[in-house]
């Protein structure tokens, strides 16, 4: 089974930016559509951006323009570049197919806050 590995949070302040990465355990992330997904406390995991394997982007309307989705093929790497963070973006963000097919990785938490 493919497994994803998610990096890149940290503690950010309100505006600031990261860039999240995940890698693959097979070379799928140019050949199958793939999301951002993301929990915070309390909450149910959600679809915050998706890749469709054509190229198509999505995004949840909380990120629309804030958020970008790409990938590196060569590299095998799918990335999130988020921009002016907000405290609600405060979440552990993970990487799957979409809609997700295989076992949830660890994620990597993102925090905002001044």
């Known amino acids: 089974q493919v497994q994803f590995v998610e990096s890149g949070g940290g503690l950010v302040q309100p505006g600031e930016s990261l860039r999240l990465s995940c890698t693959a355990s097979a070379r799928i992330i140019c050949t199958t559509g793939l999301a951002w997904y993301r929990q915070a406390p309390g909450n149910q995991r959600e679809s915050v951006a ?45 990487c799957n197919a979409q809609p997700p097919a295989v076992s949830w990785g660890q994620g990597t938490r993102v925090t905002v806050s001044s």
């Open 50 to 94: 998706g890749l469709h394997r054509n190229g198509t982007t999505n995004y949840a309307d909380s990120v629309n323009g804030r958020f970008t989705i790409s990938r590196d093929c060569a590299k095998n790497v799918l990335y999130l570049q988020m921009n002016s963070l907000k405290p609600d973006d405060a979440a552990v963000y993970y």
